[in-house]
């Protein structure tokens, strides 16, 4: 195996970004090192103080979430970056699993990052593999996984790693989550079995059906053509050059600290004895307490040890859950700022100035534009058209904030590699970032979006979920993505 995760620990929370707080403490990787946190420097924006707060502050007392952490950067410096809220409310469980007043959120919240796994981790562990020349991506998924197609199906062969990584090769959206498998213990390999024989619901390439299961194929690829576990291999090849050293995976069974483990979830055991040291490849169960928890395990009751438990620090995807926290769809863990050093890395890396983006311009532009089978440039340009048009004459009544439609033509979806363009998931855009900016967003309630044209990124990290019913978060960050783009007067708005 190569070189192993960094241990760390909790992270006192820090007041703004232009002091953050020192790198946790922990053993370094066996192989690879770290590089320093590099901050961007932190020119707060005036003009975006009300326009964001109000919103969130709203959304919080409406109520449609407990709290959240903002960060938005412009042109090479952070902007704007404040925690809302609480991390966890007052009527759940704290970490002693007693009651207790509710815990303010701190802009060094970790979030369980759900779908942002799939554009921050592992699109960027194949795209190396591609730069290698290990993998191609339009070969056939077999060709690297004989056992997607062992029996030789016709439509199964045309199924390549394009499609993969656009959501479009016709696989389901998820994996059954009927009967016990991987509920009394993790299973990866059965889940892994599950994805690769998967059956297909549409003709390849034919549209955009976006699919869990085929980022946990991709996970895969990567742990077969890298010989490494997923987590490893992203820990040290991605987040560890980018300095995002409060990133990572938070697999229970490599947990290190007074916890217990029931079922597949983590909790905190402070009857157990401390460690006084953790071995490199674990992690602390000291940064349980910085985790935002997120919902109530409700996956299959009579059987899961840990239904109905608040779930912190464990990952709150049921698929990733039963494969043991790692999995190529979800299982990250982060921090709005590691996200924004990410953010800004790219940015940099495809400006062509010095970044440490683990990855080439030329592949972060096949990236970040549209890249589905049959994609043509002309398409954006007829997206943004039919954009500006239908704002203008058949505006979003029910959000003004929001653009008309998304995608802007109907059956036009755009998909990068890993990346959102124009889809019906493309709300975090707002209606000021043209389309040919790109995103994402993760059930849990977390959302990234970025604007190359203006230099632009925006943040929004909520646990949504954490509130009972709480909505989908990519309504919110479209708001708040429209009155970014307003209050620095990007386009002309």
């Not at 199924?159 to 213990?185: C, E, F, K, N, Y």
């Not at 990234?448 to 009972?468: C, F, K, M």
Request: contains cysteine; charged residues 15%.
């Amino acid at each position: 195996m190569g070189g192993a995760a960094l241990v760390l620990g909790a992270v006192p929370a820090c007041s703004h970004p232009g002091h953050p707080p020192p790198p946790p403490a922990g053993t370094p990787s066996a192989t690879v090192p770290v590089i320093p946190r590099a901050e961007a420097p932190y020119l707060p924006r005036e003009e975006l103080v009300a326009p964001v707060s109000q919103l969130i502050n709203d959304a919080i007392a409406v109520p449609r979430l407990p709290g959240a952490v903002v960060r938005i950067g412009h042109a090479g410096t952070i902007v704007f970056s404040q925690a809302f809220g609480a991390r966890r409310l007052g009527d759940e469980p704290a970490l002693d699993s007693l009651l207790s007043p509710a815990e303010p959120m701190t802009e060094d919240t970790m979030f369980d990052i759900a779908s942002l796994t799939k554009c921050l981790a592992t699109t960027v562990a194949v795209l190396q593999l591609y730069e290698q020349g290990k993998v191609q991506i339009d070969e056939p998924v077999q060709i690297y996984l004989p056992e997607f197609n062992e029996t030789n199906d016709p439509r199964r062969a045309q199924v390549t790693l394009r499609m993969l990584l656009t959501h479009t090769s016709g696989i389901g959206g998820d994996l059954s989550h009927q009967g016990p498998w991987g509920l009394t213990a993790a299973d990866k390999a059965d889940g892994i079995h599950r994805a690769l024989t998967a059956p297909l619901e549409f003709g390849p390439g034919e549209l955009f059906h976006y699919s869990d299961i085929g980022f946990i194929i991709l996970g895969q690829l990567v742990e077969n053509m890298t010989g490494q576990p997923l987590d490893t291999y992203v820990q040290d090849n991605v987040f560890a050059p980018l300095g995002m050293t409060d990133t990572r995976y938070l697999p229970a069974a490599k947990a290190c600290g007074p916890h217990l483990i029931r079922g597949t979830a983590i909790a905190l055991d402070p009857r157990a004895s401390q460690r006084d040291e953790c071995p490199v490849g674990s992690w602390s169960t000291d940064l349980l307490a910085r985790i935002a928890p997120t919902a109530h395990d409700e996956d299959t009751p009579g059987i899961n040890p840990d239904f109905d438990q608040l779930l912190r620090g464990t990952v709150d995807d049921p698929t990733a859950r039963r494969m043991g926290g790692v999995a190529g769809s979800a299982g990250v863990f982060s921090t709005a700022a590691d996200i924004g050093r990410y953010a800004q890395a790219l940015l940099d890396r495809l400006a062509g100035r010095p970044s440490s983006f683990p990855l080439r311009q030329s592949t972060l532009e096949l990236m970040t534009t549209p890249q589905q089978p049959g994609h043509d440039p002309a398409q954006l340009v007829a997206a943004n058209a039919a954009a500006q048009q239908a704002n203008a004459t058949t505006p979003n009544r029910a959000d003004p904030l929001l653009a008309a439609n998304y995608p802007a033509i109907s059956g036009q979806d755009l998909r990068g590699f890993g990346w959102d363009i124009d889809t019906p998931h493309s709300r975090p855009r707002g209606m000021i970032f043209p389309i040919g900016s790109f995103g994402h967003t993760g059930f849990t309630g977390v959302t990234l979006w970025i604007d190359p044209g203006s230099e632009t990124y925006v943040i929004v990290l909520a646990n949504v979920i954490h509130q009972r019913g709480g909505p989908p978060i990519a309504g919110l960050s479209g708001d708040v993505a429209t009155v970014t783009g307003r209050a620095l007067h990007l386009y002309g708005s």
